[in-house]
């Protein structure tokens, strides 16, 4: 699976975020900077998300395995 990053103008500013990731989101002056930072972004948004889920299954019997889609 691949994601899919827009990218907008406005004003002298450009926004970036991931249609199928709602909290990664970012802005730059230029549009190579957004790139890079919607990279971070992303990286953050699922580093928190798996912590985040961490904390919810603590104690809990679970099984992790890769999912390809």
């Given at each position: 699976m691949k994601l899919t990053a827009v990218f907008e103008k406005v004003g002298d500013w450009w926004l970036g975020y991931v249609e199928e990731l709602p909290g990664a989101n970012t802005q730059g002056k230029t549009i190579d900077e957004v790139r890079e930072n919607l990279r971070?972004?992303?990286?953050?948004?699922?580093?928190?998300?798996?912590?985040?889920?961490?904390?919810?299954?603590?104690?809990?019997?679970?099984?992790?395995?890769?999912l390809t889609v």
């Open positions: 971070e972004a992303v990286q953050l948004v699922i580093e928190a998300n798996r912590e985040l889920l961490s904390q919810q299954i603590e104690g809990h019997e679970i099984i992790r395995e890769p």
